[in-house]
Each structure stands twice: as structure tokens, then as C-alpha cells.
């Protein structure tokens, strides 16, 4: 079992900056592909960002390429989503979420809320 705990979402401007967190216990944190995902209000979960375990290797959609970066820190279990140059529409509730032996995204967080303003 992996729990995962984010936080950092808040209220910014258009163009300014945050940098989510993601804190995982349980099971060896190193030993999993982590993503973070987004839901905005009225529309479904979205892929936003993945780094694997393995080589640390890193994917991106389309939306977010350039201006967020994904990055994560075993030694201290915590996978981070450094978002820069937010827009109106990155506004959702943000989750990280951690793969099992599935290779499906099995563990998820409580989900932390960005919310963008114009």
C-alpha cells in the first residue's frame, strides 16, 4: 500500500508560479512511476505529467510541455509538479498518483486545488 498526501495548490494570477508536492508512505517510494493528473470543474481526470522510477524519464501532455516540470526526490518521498506560466485553464484540482505492479495507476491522493485567475 502507498497513501499519498499533495499540497501547495492555492489562488494565483495568470503567469505567476506554484510547485505542488506530493508526500508518499508505505511501500519504497523509489520503486514506482508516479504521474500527476488534473480534473477541472465539468470535465473529466486528465493526464498532466509521469517521471519513471527507473531512469527518471519524464512525459508530458501537450497542455503543459514547456511551462511545468516534474521531478521527484527519493530520499525524501515526495514527488514535486513545478508549474510556471499557469493560465486560466490550468485551473483544476491537481493529483498525484503512484502505478502498482498493475502498471496501472492504482494509489492516488486527496487531490490539492489550484485555481488560476485571470
Known amino acids: 500500500q502507498v497513501q499519498l498526501v499533495e499540497s501547495g495548490g492555492g489562488l494565483v494570477q495568470a503567469g505567476d508560479s506554484l510547485k505542488l508536492s506530493c508526500v508518499a508512505s508505505?511501500?519504497?517510494?523509489?520503486?514506482?512511476?508516479m504521474g500527476w493528473f488534473r480534473q477541472a470543474p465539468g470535465k473529466e481526470r486528465e493526464f498532466v505529467a509521469a517521471?519513471?522510477?527507473?531512469?527518471?524519464?519524464?512525459y508530458y501532455a501537450d497542455s503543459v510541455k514547456g511551462r511545468f516540470t516534474i521531478s521527484r526526490d527519493n530520499a525524501k518521498n515526495t514527488l514535486y509538479l513545478q508549474m510556471n506560466s499557469l493560465e486560466p485553464e490550468d485551473t483544476a484540482v491537481y493529483y498525484c498518483?503512484?502505478?502498482?505492479?498493475?502498471?496501472?495507476?492504482?494509489?492516488w491522493g486527496q487531490g490539492t486545488r489550484v485555481t488560476v485567475s485571470s
Open positions: 498518483a503512484a502505478e502498482s505492479d498493475s502498471g496501472e495507476y492504482t494509489y
Open positions: 508505505g511501500r519504497t517510494f523509489s520503486s514506482y512511476h
Open positions: 517521471i519513471n522510477w527507473s531512469d527518471d524519464n519524464t
